[in-house]
């Protein structure tokens, strides 16, 4: 019963501060990006220029009240200059053809085709969070509060992140922040897509590989994969060391949205075996920073236990552990997530991060460059204690009750992949 009269307490007080600052909030719109002293992209030739100087977005520029209300957040990043370059689809890569639309409830992306098979993504910098606003904050004149939510993520993360990555053997997509202009080659996609800031990078899907691993047959997402199990024409294992590394690594940037959507899988088959090496994507949430009185209260473990910030400590481990770990890690034994997170340990030395970041230039990384470095350490000479509390929050949670993506039929909880060389 206390338990419940705080909970009831503190979504009340939310209440109370979400209606008060409504009054004070104006809604702004979504936008793609904004190129520093150009009033019409129309007017600019795009074929003279290699690189454009532009700011992810001045959406979330905010005063002293909107800080200590909504906090300050990466807001300093998203409106900071930075110089990209400016790419054309039928000179990228050698040529690139336009697929189809992908991307989640924030991200717009467009896939695209290179002429030897391999499947890229221009996934937005910037986000759209209106399919996420609810029609009760829109009829309370709220809406601005959940938009303003976006400033917590860092437009930049992913590209750091990647580079952290390869530190410790972790697969990634290869992020690179691009301008994409207005051009013929976008076809259809032209008016949605064009004069637009854009992460390029490899698709975790498709028929041609792009890893370093041989003998990759395809590469596939977490549903497919299930499919293919479902399918038992092969047994199918996964490389629990390369899973377990990864989600330790999720917990040293921070990254708390790790649901089974953003896991792609290279599929390394023989005549009677497929090994699913593990693939992840769409870091919009490492080093996820909140602050101020209203995410505090929302990220309050009682709240939303999932919604962790980027701090020097974890706070609240059972909160991290998503379904997807129960399904895929529930029978790893604890050895493998203490031998992971030694070599973490061992390979993400200081000059290693130190060295990762110096792919965000100065202006980006004077903002937050230094605090975030110190967060990173602080996880990595505590992964020891995190793989041990991590393991034994799955432990605790145990076996799914319910799917790990929203279909009865991919379920599965009683039978889960074989991890490669289980005990």
Avoid at 34 to 53: A, M, N, R, Y
Wanted: include cysteine; aromatic fraction near 10%.
């Amino acid at each position: 019963m206390k338990k419940f009269l705080i909970g009831l307490l503190i979504i009340i007080t939310l209440f109370i501060i979400l209606l008060y600052w409504s009054l004070n909030s104006t809604p702004k719109d979504y936008k793609k990006g904004d190129i520093i002293g150009v009033e019409s992209l129309d007017k600019i030739d795009f074929q003279k220029t290699d690189s454009v100087l532009i700011a992810a977005s001045t959406l979330y520029k905010g005063d002293m009240l909107k800080e200590i209300m909504q906090g300050e957040h990466y807001r300093a990043a998203w409106e900071t200059p930075v110089k990209v370059p400016v790419v054309f689809l039928d000179s990228l890569k050698g040529g690139l053809t336009p697929v189809k639309e992908g991307g989640g409830m924030q991200t717009h992306s467009l896939k695209v085709l290179d002429k030897d098979g391999i499947l890229y993504t221009f996934r937005s910098i910037n986000k759209d969070p209106e399919p996420l606003v609810p029609d009760v904050a829109k009829t309370l004149g709220m809406e601005n509060i959940i938009i303003d939510g976006i400033s917590a993520q860092h437009p930049y993360a992913a590209i750091v992140v990647a580079r952290l990555a390869n530190e410790i053997d972790i697969l990634h997509t290869h992020p690179q922040a691009v301008f994409v202009p207005k051009q013929k080659a976008l076809g259809k996609y032209d008016d949605e897509y064009g004069n637009a800031l854009y992460l390029f990078e490899y698709e975790t899907e498709g028929d041609k590989n792009w890893t370093q691993f041989s003998n990759v047959k395809e590469l596939v997402d977490t549903k497919d994969l299930q499919e293919i199990k479902a399918e038992g024409k092969k047994q199918i294992t996964f490389d629990q060391n390369m899973l377990v590394r990864s989600r330790l690594f999720d917990m040293i940037i921070g990254d708390w949205d790790r649901h089974a959507e953003q896991w792609g899988w290279a599929l390394q088959e023989n005549d009677t075996l497929i090994n699913a090496i593990p693939i992840p994507s769409d870091r919009d949430n490492a080093f996820f920073h909140l602050d101020g009185i209203i995410p505090s209260i929302i990220s309050n473990e009682k709240v939303k236990p999932e919604l962790r910030s980027f701090e020097e400590t974890i706070d609240h481990m059972p909160g991290l552990v998503k379904r997807f770990d129960r399904y895929f890690l529930l029978h790893v034994p604890m050895d493998v997530f203490m031998k992971e997170a030694k070599n973490i340990q061992e390979n993400l030395t200081d000059d290693a991060i130190a060295k990762a970041f110096n792919v965000w230039p100065k202006e980006l990384y004077n903002l937050d460059g230094e605090s975030i470095i110190a967060k990173i350490k602080s996880r990595r000479d505590n992964i020891l204690r995190y793989a041990e509390d991590f393991k034994n929050s799955i432990d605790k949670q145990g076996e799914l009750s319910e799917p790990i993506m929203g279909s009865e039929e991919l379920e599965l909880p009683e039978n889960v992949f074989r991890c490669f060389d289980c005990n």
